[in-house]
């Protein structure tokens, strides 16, 4: 699986702190982790909230990601942007049962979490901690188990309301603000990683046209 990293703008000094844990779970797992950005707070591309959501879009339904991790001060903002689009699921985890009950019960393919608030003293330990209890468990299973099924239907009942309600992310792209669109693509590894991955020839065409 690949889970790509977004940091935004108010928590990029935390990158590296965020990063490493995310590859200390991750990778033993067999995962491929991206880190899109931002690198540090001296970031000459900077990305804001609103931007996590929208790249969260772009790498989730061109396929270049399979989940993405992401937050901001409260991780609230971020989840919010990142719902806001077409088929991006993402939670908001603080803590290994979020994580757990996340991955169990909803599915979903993205998460947010809070980089400032409640952040303090063995943070790191708390972000390993969820990202195990994420990606070391086969997701969907259900909690209980024995709602399993009813938790799956609920599960594709919400796919199809979101797709009922919301654009294609092509669509997407051509009506957001295109200077936004600009901004939130020009991170520095963004094209050597987004374009090596991505399956959506209309999305990464439209992207460079850019």
């Known amino acids: 699986m690949k889970i790509a990293?977004?940091?935004?703008?108010?928590?990029?000094?935390?990158?590296?702190?965020?990063?490493?844990?995310?590859k200390n779970i991750a990778e033993p797992l067999g995962h491929e982790?991206?880190?899109?950005?931002?690198?540090?707070?001296?970031?000459?591309?900077?990305?804001?909230?609103?931007?996590?959501?929208?790249?969260?879009?772009?790498?989730?339904n061109s396929g270049a990601a399979d989940f993405v991790i992401t937050g901001c001060g409260?991780?609230?903002?971020?989840?919010?942007a990142c719902n806001s689009m077409p088929g991006v699921f993402c939670g908001l985890v603080i803590d290994p049962t979020d994580a757990f009950l996340f991955g169990q019960i909803n599915d979903g393919n993205a998460m947010s979490?809070?980089?400032?608030?409640?952040?303090?003293?063995?943070?790191?330990?708390n972000l390993e901690d969820c990202y195990r209890k994420l990606f070391e468990h086969e997701r969907g299973v259900g909690y209980p188990k024995e709602r399993a099924a009813i938790m799956a239907k609920n599960r594709g009942i919400l796919a199809d309301m979101k797709a009922a309600s919301c654009h294609n992310m092509l669509s997407v792209l051509k009506t957001v603000d295109q200077d936004l669109l600009r901004a939130t693509i020009a991170g520095e590894r963004f094209a050597?990683?987004?374009?090596?991955?991505?399956?959506?020839?209309?999305?990464?065409?439209?992207l460079k046209s850019l």
């Open 192 to 206: 050597e990683l987004f374009y090596a991955n991505a399956k959506d020839e209309e999305m990464s065409e439209y």
């Open 74 to 80: 409260t991780g609230m903002g971020s989840m919010l």
């Open 5 to 22: 990293l977004i940091i935004e703008n108010s928590q990029a000094a935390k990158s590296d702190i965020v990063h490493t844990a995310l």
């Open 113 to 125: 979490m809070p980089y400032a608030k409640g952040f303090g003293w063995a943070a790191e330990l």
């Open 33 to 60: 982790v991206h880190h899109y950005g931002m690198y540090s707070a001296d970031d000459e591309a900077s990305l804001t909230y609103v931007m996590n959501g929208l790249l969260t879009g772009i790498l989730l």
